[in-house]
């Protein structure tokens, strides 16, 4: 147990629907971290968070966005999606950056 | 853009054998992160490399961070089963004022027992 929660840990949805993905990183730790997974394209870096503030961002759709909330929590939020959208979801937490990374058990998101 | 390349994409190994993945960043690193997922997992940190030439050993896997700080490797000494997974390297890469870790696509291994 990484310390990180994620909720929920599957969702099924419809394509044009938006849905919403939450991670609690670990206690102490500052920084958040999303990551899309799908099989053939590895661990993809979407964005991340540093005590509220955003710090980086990767390859993230403009149809996502993200914050982290004034208790550390963050949410992703996925709109209109698209069955592309279908993949692993996760969150990963670090005391700072560019620390060691935790990582939250996932959210697996279907889109059908 | 930066980039972090992993070879083999895959390797099936019968078990006892050794197992070697090996990974490229295409700019010098401050470090280097390796992170194992097992099936249906998520990816767990193994160990960090900072030093040029640093070589760290965990019980039958051994890291090496290159010279130039541009490449590293994981060795597995006779696999077992346990060790089955998709193996992660990761680098702080830099934009602007901030850092991303940039992992590689990973070297999933197999072992048949």
Not at chain 1, 25 to 51: A, E
Not at chain 1, 68 to 75: A, G, K, N, V, W
Not at chain 2, 67 to 74: G, Q
Request: charged residues 15%; contains cysteine; proline residues 4%.
């Amino acid at each position: 147990d990484s310390g990180v929660t994620q909720t929920p840990k599957h969702l099924i949805t419809a394509t044009g629907q938006r849905v919403t993905l939450r991670c609690s990183p670990r206690s102490g730790d500052l920084s958040v971290y999303w990551y899309q997974q799908s099989l053939d394209q590895g661990l993809q870096f979407l964005i991340q968070y540093y005590n509220g503030e955003e710090r980086a961002k990767g390859n993230i759709l403009e149809r996502f966005s993200a914050q982290q909330f004034p208790d550390l929590h963050s949410e992703l939020n996925l709109s209109s999606l698209e069955l592309g959208d279908s993949a692993l979801y996760f969150c990963a937490s670090s005391v700072n950056v560019p620390d060691t990374q935790y990582f939250g058990p996932g959210t697996r998101l279907t889109v059908l | 853009g930066q980039q972090v390349m992993q070879i083999p994409q895959y390797q099936h190994v019968q078990e006892g054998e050794d197992f070697t993945t090996y990974c490229n960043s295409s700019t010098t690193l401050s470090n280097i992160q390796w992170y194992k997922q097992r099936p249906g997992g998520h990816p767990v940190f193994l160990i960090q490399l900072v030093k040029s030439g640093e070589v760290k050993k965990q019980k039958r896997l051994t890291f090496q961070f290159g010279e130039a700080k541009k490449n590293s490797s994981l060795h597995i000494t006779a696999t077992q089963t346990t060790d089955v997974g998709t193996y992660f390297c990761a680098g702080p890469h830099r934009g602007g004022s901030n850092y991303k870790l940039t992992f590689g696509k990973g070297t999933l291994l197999t072992v048949n027992p």
